[in-house]
């Protein structure tokens, strides 16, 4: 059964699930933050995340304005998190 509309329960079900996995990893990230050991696998995450979103959006012709502002945030955000991912990178001795 296709989800119908912006209105549809199926698509608002969709929509808050996404909403949690997001919160989610950004909840990971904001531990990372304090606890050594996560970094990695925080910032693995974030990356796949707002990776893929930024894949998928860039493949979708037609999206609203609202959709490209939050593509255009996590193209900033991705950049912060390399900038992260290197301040954090194990340095040689």
Same mark, same amino acid.
Request: some cysteine; proline content about 5%; overall charge positive.
């Given at each position: 059964?296709?989800?119908? &509309?912006?209105?549809? =329960?199926? $698509?608002?079900?969709? $929509?808050?699930?996404? !909403?949690?996995?997001? &919160?989610?990893?950004?909840?990971?990230? %904001?531990?990372?933050? #304090?606890?050594?050991?996560?970094?990695?696998? =925080?910032? @693995?995450?974030? !990356?796949? *995340?707002?990776?893929? #979103?930024? %894949?998928?959006?860039? *493949?979708?012709?037609?999206?609203?304005? =609202? @959709?490209?502002?939050?593509?255009?945030?996590?193209?900033? !955000?991705? !950049?912060?998190?390399?900038?992260?991912?290197?301040?954090?990178?194990?340095?040689? @001795?």
């Amino acid at each position: 059964m296709p989800i119908t &509309g912006p209105g549809s =329960a199926d $698509l608002t079900v969709l $929509l808050r699930h996404r !909403a949690v996995l997001l &919160g989610l990893v950004g909840a990971c990230l %904001l531990c990372a933050a #304090f606890i050594p050991s996560l970094r990695t696998t =925080a910032i @693995t995450a974030g !990356a796949v *995340s707002m990776g893929s #979103f930024l %894949l998928l959006s860039l *493949s979708t012709p037609g999206l609203n304005e =609202a @959709t490209t502002r939050v593509a255009r945030i996590d193209m900033a !955000a991705i !950049a912060l998190l390399a900038v992260a991912a290197i301040l954090t990178w194990p340095k040689s @001795t």
